[in-house]
């Protein structure tokens, strides 16, 4: 599967965002997918995931309350609504995703995802 992340830009502190990450293929329900992000000279962290089924989304502490993952399979797409947003939430953001038989799987982890769309820059800055 081919993933394509957009969505990013520059917003005000407070504001909102919503991420998209397109994928390629017509399985994309077989894949529970997952939103990464990176800033300048830090390594790349995850933000939240969510199941093929949209049963199950987990999410960082940082961003939990904020952040929303959500999937649409019959679009092929995941998003990551991005409220309230903090300069500290700027950095590259990049979806993954990963084939699995189970409904309920979910990875927190960069090497739980074999698949990775190129990065969509968010920059929260007054």
């Known amino acids: 599967v081919q993933l394509q992340a957009s969505g990013g830009g520059l917003v005000q502190p407070g504001g909102s965002l919503r991420l998209s990450c397109a994928a390629s293929?017509?399985?994309?329900?077989?894949?529970?997918t997952g939103w990464f992000r990176q800033a300048l000279g830090k390594e790349r962290e995850f933000v939240a995931a969510?199941?093929?089924?949209?049963?199950?989304?987990y999410y960082t502490d940082s961003v939990k309350g904020r952040f929303t993952i959500s999937r649409d399979n019959a679009q092929n797409t995941v998003y990551l609504q991005m409220n309230s947003l903090k300069p500290e939430d700027t950095a590259s953001y990049y979806c993954?995703?990963?084939?699995?038989?189970?409904?309920?799987?979910?990875?927190?982890?960069?090497?739980?995802?074999?698949?990775w769309g190129q990065g969509t820059l968010v920059t929260v800055s007054s």
């Open positions: 293929g017509r399985t994309f329900s077989s894949y529970a």
């Open positions: 993954a995703a990963h084939n699995t038989p189970s409904s309920r799987w979910y990875g927190r982890e960069t090497y739980d995802y074999r698949y």
């Open positions: 969510i199941s093929r089924s949209s049963g199950i989304t």
